[in-house]
């Protein structure tokens, strides 16, 4: 066979050869054919973003089989004789979108729209495989699409509005079309499904075959035995271990029929090694009910939790367990499943043709598996007697790999084991499978309460788990061995105490729901509306364009950066010779040939601070620091030349990486810390009845932007053409033009929409400009710049972390009379980061009022990249350090903290830190009507009943409030309208970046309210450095506003200039008036500025008020935990269009869940790089980590006087209310301490509070075990 077939979107394409076999699908999708309406991010299977749906025939089932995968894992050429959809194929606006397009636009479940292809084609291929399909089955189908704006919420709506029993109004199943044409490569005839080509090629580097058969497989084996080979199936394990490089053959096993066989007796099953994922739980869970084989059902729920739907359809059951034998380290949920119900394996020796059956613990143990197949895996029935079960407990609630696994198999009669229990544990250590001596312990025991903890003590001592930074402690890993063993236990005993009684179950999720309420203000239609996004239907059907989605312009060249591995160091040489012998590496840029400064400054033309070096010249500062730039001719060879330059170091000195050692030594930036003084703290102290004091931590966050940094430079006739995704293009604008020492005009910048933000797109991108237009420059080529997300991740800068030591005084009542902070903040290696400190400041009084406060900020020095924005970059520690000093004072008082909370509320006639009387300040009542819709009061009651009858798991409410002071920042945001006399359409260009957070559409909504014409005219354009020059940052959630009040004045100045023709022609319709106009030589193109000022308050144009009711309930016994239901009550006065306002409320919670429960960087302590650098170590939330009954409510009748068109910002300040889901959980776990120890203590707040936190603070140990 000489070539490689595929057909896309029905068309048939003939795969070039001349690509490497590593190559993925949807690196042809995106840069051979130009399908770039799938996207691409992880590169790790991990995201979602690049899904695809695939349809071919599988030997397994002789029939056309249609399913979603991540293209990025997909190799090119496994894809012969398959169809493939991309959502091109599915809809378009000119076609007509497809119902999945339509509903995703339909219900706000786009913001900045980089998720949507991957979340629309993973709902295709689900409709595919189910037509009639459950909303249960909708919810967990989205484990593996990562969306960092949404929230999740209106996607699940959307999603849920297809199934048939979904409760969505106004919404139906579908019948869903078949696009493929089905049509077989090589008869051209439909396709029947019933054979699989083989398949022999040549492509560039390496040979790549599709055997059929296993003796053909085995010949292929035995021939390349002295070569490098890869057999591979989903080839999903190169998401987690990508460093195999390059093979000289591939053999591809899909074809291989004996591979998928099936076969069920009485006494086994055996399942073929290329059954994938998804199909071995529907093989299962069809025996599960026959004799010998219930254990299956326990088998399958697990299975569900492995990776996510899409690795599930393409990912086999052997690959997995190869993955384990390959890297006994590897947490396989699969391995630790099969070997407790003593698995075998059928293996097939390529040498001697033999095929043989062997335990499935030899994979770890005794066999050489390098010239071998796993063909088949035997699953024996389990006696009657035996109780299986298993565990996964993980950082969040799907997609994530195991902290510990475990199943436990154990023979009993009544309360006595007979025989020897299996117990298998996986996360522990790579050589770690046994619990042998509490095997053997428990062998034969009748179970009491001493045996129980006499086995929860040996298996948390003889577990010996690997010390790693990217592991949870060994203590907690040993601990939950235990409370899992214990939970097994204690499942077996059938009349153990009804307070125990929850102990052995997981915490059950059931279908999430939300509802919304809001007003709407008609009279101002189609401002303050609820209507869906303007870009909502071009984001939902892939047709948005991003900077790494432009085409590929002539000559264009690929630029990687050599990132410094070490923290601290000085630089002796860079040696690129290597990397210049590399085929498609053109030039080496480096300090030396910056024809400028090597310089971009941090903040602007907004702070005045010090320059971070583009390239470093001489000392890094952290690992990660962009050293110098390869370009080439394709991505591949610039990366692969990135990594041969040879970089030499005269000094490498051990990194500072913690705020307490750079404390320790002194690495305070001084000159910049930050006192703040408010009434007279040092006399409050006398005057209080009471003290308490603590620290409070949290940990850093990355912003999870779902497209990475990009910005490509292009040379023009006079000057360089250059589109960044970025928040700041003024600073952009800046950089480029500052490194090749040319003036502004030079640089023409365009920033077109961006894949979301959250503030990492403020400073970092101009790294990213400078770069490709210094490389556009001296290579007089065209230059992309994008970063893969292992390179960002190492690149950028982050949320600043915090220590902060707090003092509080207060009376007997609760009123909280001084408050003393001392902050320690690690900015990172320049002292730049100190404005996030003075944020910090600027909200340290949140939503309390208190009279007397001490504040010092620390801005300290480590060997990091300087820090970032990240969403509300004040608001966030400031919230969490008074939410919880609150806390702390309820507790010292024995009050639930909601009660403190209330007392010292700001209310109006409150003089804030400022001086500021607050009028108009709706806190108070934003917190009442918050109790009454969330009926607190009652819920209160039932928790206290649930936590008295349940010692295992426990629940609690916390409430949160924000006062988020909203500022004006910077000289203004200008916008240009543009009528177009002969249809009368308009075009608006303006200064602020639209990144998902609805701005075009408040934009369009404020010029259609004033021009009185419909929005379907308009369109907003992408921001240009030449129409909305010297442009702020877009940030601080003040930009929609800003902007859209700025393009509502240029609107009024046309309407003004309008008027006389108007007047002339009152019946005139919109077309022939602006007919009227031009041909009465009447301009119709306006610009405009709205200048931002302070009135009378010295740093905020008004306050967001909002405030949060979070219940959830915590496994005591693994520190999991679930969010039960959210409550939302905010102010923000006449909404300008209620549903994006909404959008964003739910994002900005999630966004902080992530931040206080989940999301945590972890570093090489020696190296100083950073380990969470991709999505297999880092975690935001997905699905089902979001409220499971959520409400958000906006107050009406409440315009704010202060803002523009009586609206209040709302991008940030929801976050702050997140800080809940921490504060409930901690409350939850206080409950629980306070019953097991009898102690009425206060856990200390560390942010993230991981299940290993949560577990760790109430203490377990085997005395407080019960039965
Ligand atoms: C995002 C993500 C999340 C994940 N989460 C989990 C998780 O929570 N729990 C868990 O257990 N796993 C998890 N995994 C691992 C996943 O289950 C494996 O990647 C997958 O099962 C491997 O199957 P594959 O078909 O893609 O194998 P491939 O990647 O194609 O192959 C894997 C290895 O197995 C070899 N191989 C494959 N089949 C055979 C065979 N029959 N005989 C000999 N060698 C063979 C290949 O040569 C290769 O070395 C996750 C993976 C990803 C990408
Ligand atoms: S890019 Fe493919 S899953 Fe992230
Ligand atoms: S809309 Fe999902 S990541 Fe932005």
């Given at each position: ?21 590593t190559t993925?699908l ?37 029939r ?6 991540q ?37 706000n ?9 991957g ?8 409709l595919?495989?189910k037509p ?10 989205f ?19 297809f199934?048939?029993d ?22 051209g ?9 083989r398949?022999?090629v ?22 390349y ?44 099953i ?30 399958c729920?697990?299975l ?29 949920d ?12 059928e ?13 499935i ?8 598996m ?41 023979p ?12 298998v ?25 001493g ?6 003590a ?12 990217l ?13 899992l ?6 499942g077996l005993h ?6 125990v ?14 509802i919304?309420?809001?007003?709407e203000?008609s ?16 984001q939902?059907s892939?047709?948005a ?10 000559n ?46 941090f903040g ?5 601070m ?20 390869i370009?080439?001719e394709?991505?591949?060879a ?6 041969r ?9 051990p ?16 000159h ?13 102290w006398?005057t ?6 603590g ?6 966050q ?6 990475t940094?990009?910005s490509?430079?292009?040379p023009?006739?006079?000057?360089i ?11 952009c ?9 040319k003036p ?40 992309r710049?994008n ?46 980061g ?10 340290m ?8 406060w ?23 520690p ?18 639930h ?6 007392i010292?509320?700001?209310q ?6 400022y001086?500021?009387i607050l ?10 009507r ?26 609690a409410i ?12 910077g ?7 543009s009528?177009?006399c ?17 701005l ?5 909504q ?48 046309l ?38 000022e302070?009135?009378?308050h ?8 909002a ?8 496994d ?24 994006i306002?909404?959008g ?6 999630v ?6 429960l ?9 190296t ?6 991709g999505?297999?170590?880092?975690k ?26 009586s609206?209040k ?23 629980a301490?306070?019953?097991?120890f ?19 603070s ?10």
């Open positions: 066979m000489a070539d490689v077939r595929c057909f896309i979107n029905g068309k048939e394409h003939i795969v070039p050869l001349t690509l490497p076999a993925t949807n690196e042809y999708l995106r840069e051979t054919v130009g399908l770039k309406g799938t996207k691409v991010m992880c590169h790790e299977a991990g995201c979602g973003c690049c899904a695809v749906t695939v349809t071919h025939a599988t030997p397994e089932s002789d056309l089989e249609t399913y979603s995968v293209s990025c894992v997909t190799p090119l050429y496994a894809v012969d004789g398959w169809q493939i959809n991309t959502i091109e194929g599915i809809g378009s606006q000119k076609k007509g979108l497809h119902p999945i397009q339509e509903r995703v636009a339909k219900f479940g786009t913001q900045c729209g980089y998720c949507t292809p979340v629309v084609m993973n709902m295709y291929g689900l595919h495989q009639k399909i459950t909303a249960q089955e909708v919810e967990d189908n484990d593996g699409n990562i969306c960092r704006c949404t929230g999740y919420r209106p996607i699940l709506d959307a999603m849920k509005s199934a048939n979904g409760n969505i109004p106004g919404c139906e199943a579908i019948d869903i079309e078949d696009l493929n044409k089905n049509l077989c490569p090589k008869t005839e439909t396709c029947q499904g019933k054979c699989t080509r398949l022999d040549q492509v560039n580097g390496a040979r790549w075959y599709r055997p059929v058969t296993l003796a053909e497989l085995g010949k292929l084996m035995t021939d035995k002295d070569k490098k080979i890869r057999p591979v199936f989903g080839n999903t394990s190169t998401g987690i271990y990508k460093k195999g490089g390059l093979c000289d053959a591939y053999f591809d096993m899909r074809g291989v029929k004996e591979l998928y066989s099936f076969e069920a007796t009485s006494t086994t055996r399942l073929g090694a290329a059954t994938t994922l998804t199909h071995v739980i529907e093989r299962l869970k069809a025996h599960q009910e026959k004799p010998g084989f219930s254990y299956l059902s326990e088998v729920k697990h569900k939790v492995v990776a996510n739907v899409m690795v599930r359809n393409t990912a086999c059951i052997g690959g997995n367990l190869m993955v384990k034998y390959w890297h006994h380290e590897f947490p396989s699969v391995f630790t499943l099969l070997e407790c119900a003593g698995a075998n394996l293996i097939y020796d390529t040498a001697s043709g033999q095929k043989s059956i062997t335990p613990l030899d994979l770890l143990t005794k066999l050489k390098g010239d071998k197949v796993l063909t088949a895996i035997i699953l024996p029935s389990l006696a009657d007697n035996v109780h299986y079960k298993s565990f996964k407990v993980t950082p969040r609630w799907q997609n994530a790999h195991a902290y510990v696994n475990a199943a436990f198999g154990i009993v009669d009544g309360l006595t084991i007979k025989g020897r229990p299996s117990l544990l996986g996360g522990i250590s790579a050589n770690t499978i046994h619990a042998t001596k509490t095997e053997d312990f428990l062998a034969n025991k009748t179970l009491s309460i045996v129980i903890k006499e086995a929860f040996l298996i948390r001592d003889e577990l010996k788990p690997t010390e790693s930074p592991e949870t402690s060994a203590k907690y890993r040993k601990d939950l061995a235990g409370g063993l214990y939970k097994v236990l204690l059938k009349s153990r105490g009804s307070k009684w929850s102990g052995p179950n997981d915490l059950h999720r059931p279908l999430s729901s939300g919304q309420t809001f007003q203000m009279h101002e239609f189609p401002l303050k509306r609820a209507g869906p996004k303007m870009d909502a239907a071009v939902a892939g047709e364009v991003y900077v790494n989605d432009m085409p590929k312009v002539q264009e060249l690929y630029a990687a950066f050599t990132l410094a591995d070490v923290a601290s160091a000085t630089i002796e040489s860079l040696d690129a010779s290597e990397a210049l012998k590399l085929p498609g590496v053109t030039h080496f840029l480096s300090a030396k040939d910056i024809i400028g400064e090597n310089h971009y400054k602007g033309n907004l702070f005045d010090p320059q971070h070096e583009v390239f470093a010249s001489k000392e890094v500062y952290y690992n990660g620091q962009p050293l110098c730039l370009l080439a394709t991505q591949s610039a990366n692969e030349g990135a990594k330059v040879k970089v030499t170091y005269s000094e490498i000195r990194p500072v990486l913690t705020i307490e050692e750079s404390l320790a030594k002194d690495m305070e930036f001084k910049v810390r930050k006192t703040v003084v408010v009434g007279e703290p040092d006399e409050a006398s209080v009845d009471h003290t308490v004091e620290t409070i931590r949290m940990g850093s990355y912003h999870f932007y779902m497209e940094q990009v490509l430079a292009v023009s006739e006079d000057g053409d250059l589109y960044s995704s970025t928040q700041y293009s003024d600073m604008h800046h950089a480029a033009a500052q490194i090749i020492g502004f005009n030079y640089i023409n910048i365009t920033v077109p929409r961006i894949g979301g933000g959250f503030g990492g797109k403020s400073f970092d991108p101009a790294l990213l400009s400078s770069a490709a237009t210094l490389a556009a420059y001296i290579s007089d080529r065209p230059v710049l970063l893969d997300l292992n390179s960002n991740i190492r690149i950028c800068g982050k949320r600043p972390p915090f220590v902060a030591k707090y003092k509080a005084g207060f009376n007997n009542d609760g009123a909280v009379q001084v408050v003393d902070i001392d902050f320690a903040s690690d900015i990172g290696f320049t002292d730049q100190h404005i996030l400190t003075i944020d910090a400041a600027t909200y009084d949140m939503s309390y009022f208190v009279p007397n001490h504040w010092v900020g620390r801005s300290m020095k480590t060997n990091k990249k300087s820090v970032q924005p990240v969403r509300a970059p004040g608001a966030v400031s919230a969490l350090i008074i939410e919880s000093i609150m806390e702390h004072v309820a507790k010292a008082l024995d009050k903290p909601m009660r403190i909370k209330e010292n509320l700001y109006n006639g409150h003089k804030d830190i001086g500021h009028q108009n300040c709706t806190l108070k009542e934003v917190w009442q918050l109790k009454d819709v969330a009926e607190i009061e009652g819920r209160l009651k039932q928790v206290d009943n649930f936590n008295r009858e349940n010692t295992w798991k426990k629940r916390s409430m949160t409030a924000c006062k988020h002071g909203i500022q004006f920042y000289p203004g945001f200008g916008a240009t309208v009528i177009f002969r249809d009368g359409s308009v075009a608006i260009t303006q200064g602020g970046v639209e990144m998902g957070q609805g075009y559409t408040k934009v369009a404020g010029v259609a309210y004033v021009l009185g014409i419909s929005l379907d005219n308009i369109k907003v354009r992408p921001m240009q450095g030449i129409s909305s020059p010297n442009s702020s940052i877009t940030g601080a959630s003040v930009v929609s506003e800003s902007s859209m009040q700025a393009a509502i004045k240029a609107a009024e100045i309407k003004e200039r309008m008027r006389p023709i108007r007047e002339k022609f009152p019946d005139a319709n919109w077309k022939e008036l602006c007919m009227k106009c031009d041909a009465n030589k009447i301009d119709l193109s306006a610009r405009s500025f709205n200048k931002h302070l009135f009378d010295p740093v905020f144009n008004y306050n967001t008020y405030a949060a009711a979070t219940e959830t309930e915590v005591i016994l693994t520190g999991e935990s679930q969010i039960r239901r959210v409550d939302i009550m905010a102010d923000y006065g006449e909404s300008l269009n209620p549903v306002d909404i964003q409320t739910e994002g900005a919670f966004m902080g869940l992530g931040n206080f989940i999301e945590d960087t972890k570093f090489d302590m020696e100083g790089r950073i380990l969470s650098d999505t297999w170590n880092y935001p939330p997905t699905s089902k980590d979001i409220p499971i009954d959520w409400r958000i409510h906006l107050l009406p009748n409440t315009p704010n006087p202060s803002g523009i068109r609206s910002a709302c991008g940030e300040p929801p976050i702050s209310l997140s800080t809940g889901v921490l504060l409930a959980n901690k409350l939850a776990l206080e409950y301490r306070q019953e097991l009898g102690k009425k203590d206060f856990i200390p707040v560390d942010a993230p509070f991981t299940p290993e936190k949560a577990h760790q109430v203490g377990i140990n085997e005395s407080i075990l019960m039965m």
